[in-house]
Structures are given as structure tokens and as C-alpha cells.
């Protein structure tokens, strides 16, 4: 949030705010700027007002990614409507900046008609792009609500069957010449622990390459500790789906 961020990650109440300086290409100087500006003349009061008091402090590819990131929601457009503002305020004409400075001035916003806004895949893909995570909601909880009715779980218990992203993939060689991996994934809610041992790698490293989004069929490492897990099969979303539609023969809906 540009009127609340500082530079690094900061505490607010009881939140802890991203920091300016972890959004791409904003760049140390330029949250400073925003901070600086902030606090010695007061909030931002609408779009309008931000890019004026921010020319050029804070350059075209900075301000896409403030949009996109969701730091400049706190001016209530939409972020479609917020990503034209900048577009005209940068690309447009000189009419087009003097007509904000004008604004600005006699402390009103420029009157814009209020676009469609992104999808909210849209919206968590620019998210991920500009800061690394995601803000809204994490797409696998989104998948797997769409899906309810599918056998797809949060991680716990033995033997599940689990929808994931792929966070990291660490490759080994054992003593034997073999490859194996060791990933993190998060379902939605956490990041967990999972080993591919080399007979399931020697399938799954081919997958892996492909996307960053699976489904997992994963048993409990018992030797292990209690949050690691280990992969049987990995599968598409779509060859997951496929199977169960054409394979369970009854569907409960709670209603």
C-alpha cells in the first residue's frame, strides 16, 4: 500500500506490510521516494495525485508494477482502471499530464470511466509477476474450491491425493548413480516437504519441466518427520480430472 509501506517490511497494527523495496522494479530509491514524499507532505489522495507527486521519482515500469501488485488499490478503482490511469499519465500526450496537474492542483480526481476489471487469475498471475507471491487468494485454493467435488485435500494424514504448486526442485545424485529430488510445494496453505525417490524421478523429472502446477498422490514419510511426504504420482490437472469424471460412479453435493 503505498500510503502505508515503507521502504523494507514493516509492522502496521497487527500486519506485517510488504515492502516497496520487494515489488520489481521499484528499486530502492524510488520507495524512498514514495516514503519520503509521504511523510513530509501526507498521504496520497487519489491516483491523480500519487503519479504528480511522483513525476518522474518513480518511472513507467515502477508504477505498472505498483498496480499490479496491489499497492495502489488503497485509490479505489479497480486495477484495470488504475493500470489505464498510468498508461494515459505516461504514454499520452502533454494535454493529457497537464489535465492531472490541473486536478491535482484544485484537489479533485480526473473523472474515468470505471473499466472491467482483470479475472482474479489475472490478478494473482500480476501479483506472483511483481512480488514474488500472491495477496489475494493462492490459485490452488481457488482450483480447489471450483473443484470441490473432486478427491483433491489440503496435506495431512497418510495417503492423499493433493493439488499443488511447485515452489522448488533440488535434483541429487545418490551413491548409486541415481537422480532423485527433494520439492517444496504448497497446497494452498502451506509449504511442505516432498521426496521423489528415483524409480518415481525417473518419470516425473520429465513432468516436472512442463509447469509448476500438479497433482500429487503422496504418502506419509514415516521414517521421517511428520510434515514430509512422498510421491507416488504426479499427474496434470486435466488427466486428474478425466480419470475421476469418467471413474466415480456417484457424486454427492452438500447443499
Known amino acids: 500500500d503505498v500510503n502505508k509501506s515503507e521502504i523494507y517490511f514493516s509492522d502496521y497494527k497487527k500486519d506485517i506490510l510488504f515492502s516497496l523495496l520487494s515489488i520489481k522494479n521499484l528499486g530502492y530509491i524510488s520507495s524512498k521516494e514514495i516514503v519520503k514524499e509521504r511523510k513530509n507532505y501526507g498521504k496520497y489522495r487519489s491516483i491523480d495525485d500519487f503519479l504528480f507527486r511522483m513525476d518522474k521519482k518513480v518511472d513507467y515500469k515502477a508504477a505498472v508494477s505498483l498496480v499490479k501488485s496491489g499497492a495502489m488499490d488503497c485509490f479505489k478503482y479497480n486495477r484495470r482502471t488504475l493500470m489505464q490511469k498510468v498508461i494515459d499519465y505516461y504514454e499520452d500526450t502533454r494535454k493529457t499530464i497537464d489535465r492531472v496537474r ?21 490478478k494473482i498471475k500480476m501479483e506472483k509477476e511483481s512480488t514474488g507471491t500472491y ?31 511447485i515452489i522448488s526442485v533440488k535434483e541429487i545424485t545418490t551413491k548409486k548413480g541415481s537422480k532423485m529430488a527433494f520439492l517444496v510445494v504448497n497446497d494452498g496453505k502451506n509449504d511442505i516437504d516432498v521426496t521423489i525417490f528415483p524409480a518415481t524421478y525417473q518419470y516425473a523429472k520429465v513432468m516436472l519441466k512442463m509447469d509448476n502446477f500438479f497433482v500429487l ?29 469418467n471413474n466415480i460412479n456417484e457424486i454427492y453435493v452438500l447443499v
Open 135 to 165: 495477496f489475494i487468494k493462492h490459485p490452488v485454493e481457488i482450483k480447489k474450491e471450483k473443484y470441490y467435488y473432486l478427491p483433491l485435500r489440503y496435506i495431512e494424514g497418510n495417503e492423499i491425493d493433493t493439488y499443488v504448486e
Open 217 to 245: 498422490s503422496l504418502k506419509q514419510d514415516i521414517k521421517g518427520e511428520k510434515n514430509k511426504y512422498i510421491l507416488e504420482k504426479i499427474t496434470t490437472f486435466e488427466n486428474y480430472y478425466n480419470y475421476c469424471i
Open 102 to 122: 490541473e486536478a491535482v492542483m484544485e484537489e479533485f480526481t480526473i473523472s474515468v470511466r470505471e473499466l472491467d476489471d482483470y479475472s482474479i487469475n489475472e
